[in-house]
């Protein structure tokens, strides 16, 4: 075991385990102390070798270890640096990690569109809490941006290449989830980017998990786009007997109307169980499902507005469905 220190909070970890791991365990301990998890965009820890792309969760290491103290001369990846005993870590409290981290955040958004009015993506996407918590409001950047033609690389699934920052988790996904991959990164540098095998399109049981994996708006639901924004509709928990997955799901529902069903996502915006396509396109019926009851949103999401709160701590709940007992409805809190 190793006893690390991320902007003074100590926490004891198994050895091997990643700072950014170390951090998240802080952060669950205590939801008071999330402030110490630095903010990812590639890393997925249902991923093997996922992480270490996009650089969004640096860090500053002030002390090595007991062994050693020396810090280490330059911010590192939290999500690929595992702790030593007596290291110490800061991330919130350190301004020159802030300010590296704004120039990652302005990084990603050079070739990036602000087209967030029209993006199914909006009010759940990570790219938009990094620009908002680190960003600025005008670039620097003077070049003409980079744009790709929206294009289907399947029934289900809608590409806007202008809208990715090339985190590799789809790639990721397809390699371990899926059988047969057949789309991944072409090209390198600026000009890199996501693309499928000429005249093929992805067509698993499993491929529409990349649209839960993306952290931006470049990978979407066909049957889902321009439907509604995500903070009208309701999250609920739901499960159906499936041979293929856990089907375990969150539906979405705006009335008695299934607009979306998508995997459940934990408090680092990951899911839990990866669902088949199955469940997730063709089971669009509200009496396909056991409805389990409303989904807890984070008060910082932009869902959880307008919906219900009970308790001195201030709970935020969906409103139930039509075929949740009557238990499960709650008044509006009121205002003060």
Request: with cysteine; aromatic share 6%.
């Amino acid at each position: 075991m190793a006893k690390v220190t991320i902007d003074n909070i100590e926490i004891e970890v198994p050895d091997g385990t990643t700072i950014l791991q170390a951090a998240r365990m802080i952060g669950e301990r205590n939801s008071a102390d999330r402030h110490v998890v630095p903010p990812t965009m590639c890393y997925y820890s249902k991923l093997e070798g996922s992480g270490g792309y996009c650089r969004s969760c640096l860090v500053k290491v002030t002390k090595g270890s007991e062994r050693d103290p020396r810090p280490m001369p330059k911010p590192v990846a939290s999500c690929r640096t595992a702790v030593m005993d007596g290291m110490v870590v800061e991330n919130s409290i350190n301004a020159e990690v802030r300010d590296v981290r704004a120039g990652v955040t302005e990084f990603l958004l050079i070739n990036h569109p602000l087209d967030c009015p029209i993006c199914d993506q909006a009010g759940e996407c990570h790219l938009q809490d990094l620009s908002y918590e680190h960003g600025v409001s005008t670039s620097r950047y003077q070049f003409e941006r980079r744009t790709f033609d929206p294009i289907d690389i399947g029934e289900t699934i809608k590409l806007h290449m202008t809208r990715c920052i090339l985190c590799y988790r789809c790639v990721k996904v397809a390699e371990q989830i899926t059988d047969g991959r057949v789309h991944g990164v072409i090209n390198r540098g600026d000009v890199a980017e996501i693309s499928t095998y000429i005249e093929q399109a992805i067509d698993n049981d499993f491929s529409g998990n990349v649209i839960d994996v993306c952290p931006v708006g470049a990978l979407t639901d066909r049957t889902f786009r321009f439907s509604s924004r995500v903070w009208f509709t309701k999250p609920m928990d739901a499960h159906r007997n499936c041979d293929k997955c856990s089907g375990k799901v969150a539906i979405w529902l705006k009335g008695q109307e299934v607009l979306r069903v998508t995997g459940r996502k934990d408090q680092w915006g990951e899911v839990d169980e990866f669902i088949c396509n199955t469940c997730r396109f063709e089971k669009k019926e509200l009496s396909d499902w056991v409805v389990e009851g409303p989904r807890n949103i984070d008060r910082h999401s932009v869902i959880s507005q307008g919906h219900y709160v009970i308790g001195p701590k201030q709970k935020v709940l969906d409103h139930p469905a039509p075929n949740v007992p009557e238990l499960a409805r709650l008044k509006p809190a009121k205002k003060p």
